[in-house]
């Protein structure tokens, strides 16, 4: 397996755009985690899914932040009217078994938003 | 709710000797997971090692292993014969054992120098 898959690896965008990044999990993991990185917040989750299905957005800042999961093999993140402050790496991971053996992350999405 | 604490942001080490990462935790469960992960500027988060909390036995592989004091609330990680390669950000992490929340807490990570 080639592991966890996000695209693109860098994205850089003007304030006020739309910006969605994309995540292929593990083939078979059940459980689909986005988590966002800066240096003063460290690592924080997103969202997470269980087969397709979201189970806790808590974590999403606000509404311009939303996340879906049409199938097994895809998730998306995406980003409305992106401001500046929303500039961190993005993580998405997945694993199999609510992850009691540990998470697969993806190489994450570096987001500059200028 | 859980907490991890890294009390260390930087660390510094000389090739070949050994180094140990400090973690702490907070929880009132008693099922539970533990895990190091390694960050290096590549920016990938790898999997150093983990630990069940119902495992008295510490675990280990290779060149690390952890001090897993249940009772502390403590998880550290021990780096032997250090390489240039283990170079990196290390992150502690939590998940809980029970019910179906499956999300992984981060400590704010120590960043760890490999001096040749």
């Known amino acids: 397996d080639a592991g966890v898959i996000q695209s693109p690896r860098h994205e850089v965008t003007e304030m006020g755009q739309e910006v969605t990044l994309r995540c292929k999990p593990i083939s078979g993991h059940d459980y689909l985690f986005w988590y966002r990185q800066t240096m003063m917040r460290g690592l924080e989750l997103l969202i997470y899914f269980n087969n397709n299905v979201p189970i806790d957005d808590s974590g999403m800042p606000e509404d311009r932040f939303s996340a879906k999961m049409p199938n097994a093999s895809f998730s998306t993140l995406k980003i409305q009217h992106s401001e500046p402050r929303d500039s961190a790496v993005y993580f998405c991971?997945?694993?199999?078994?609510?992850?009691?053996?540990?998470?697969?992350f993806g190489s994450g999405t570096r987001l500059t938003v200028v | 709710a859980q907490t991890v604490t890294q009390s260390q942001p930087e660390m510094s080490v000389q090739e070949a000797e050994t180094v140990t990462l400090s973690c702490t935790y907070d929880?009132?469960?008693?099922?539970?997971?533990l895990f190091w992960y390694k960050q290096p500027p590549s920016r990938q988060m790898i999997l150093v090692i983990r630990q069940e909390a119902y495992k008295q036995q510490n675990a280990t592989e290779n060149r690390f292993s952890v001090n897993f004091q249940k009772a502390a609330k403590s998880f550290s990680l021990k780096i032997s014969d250090s390489q240039l390669g283990d170079a990196a950000m290390y992150f502690c992490a939590y998940r809980t054992g029970g019910g179906s929340q499956g999300n992984l807490i981060f400590g704010k990570g120590t960043k760890l120098s490999v001096k040749p």
């Open positions: 991971a997945s694993s199999l078994y609510r992850g009691n053996y540990g998470y697969t």
């Open positions: 929880t009132s469960e008693s099922d539970y997971y």
